[in-house]
């Protein structure tokens, strides 16, 4: 069974960072594919970043040189730095896995960006 669990969300003001942690109750390496998704209210999920197995990684245009997603596989745990925050970046941020075409999510965390 596989779960995922996000930490690290709250309240910052604008222009401060926070990272998120997402913990994994197997081992990461058999993840095709982790990412960081977020969803503000009354807009679609979107895709904020992601890191294959093979340790690429890629950025939406809205978080590149801000955003940061690293991984600990001795911890099974998955980061997402934010720096520089904005208030446009406030939304859920969800963890996201896959393999194959199968996908899993955490439960989300909030993240709230004041001006």
């Known amino acids: 069974q596989v779960q995922l669990v996000e930490s690290g969300g709250g309240l910052v003001q604008a222009g401060g960072s926070l990272r998120l942690s997402c913990a994994a109750s197997?081992?990461?390496?058999?993840?095709?594919?982790m990412a960081w998704y977020r969803q503000a209210p009354g807009q679609q999920r979107e895709l904020v970043t992601a890191?294959?197995?093979?340790?690429?990684?890629n950025y939406a245009d809205s978080v590149k040189g801000r955003f940061t997603i690293s991984r600990d596989t001795a911890k099974a745990t998955v980061y997402l730095q934010m720096n520089s925050l904005k208030p446009e970046d406030t939304a859920v941020y969800y963890c996201?896995?896959?393999?194959?075409?199968?996908?899993?999510w955490g439960q989300g965390t909030q993240v709230t960006v004041s001006s």
């Open positions: 197997v081992n990461i390496f058999i993840f095709d594919r």
């Open positions: 890191i294959t197995s093979d340790g690429s990684t």
């Open positions: 996201n896995a896959m393999i194959t075409s199968v996908m899993y």
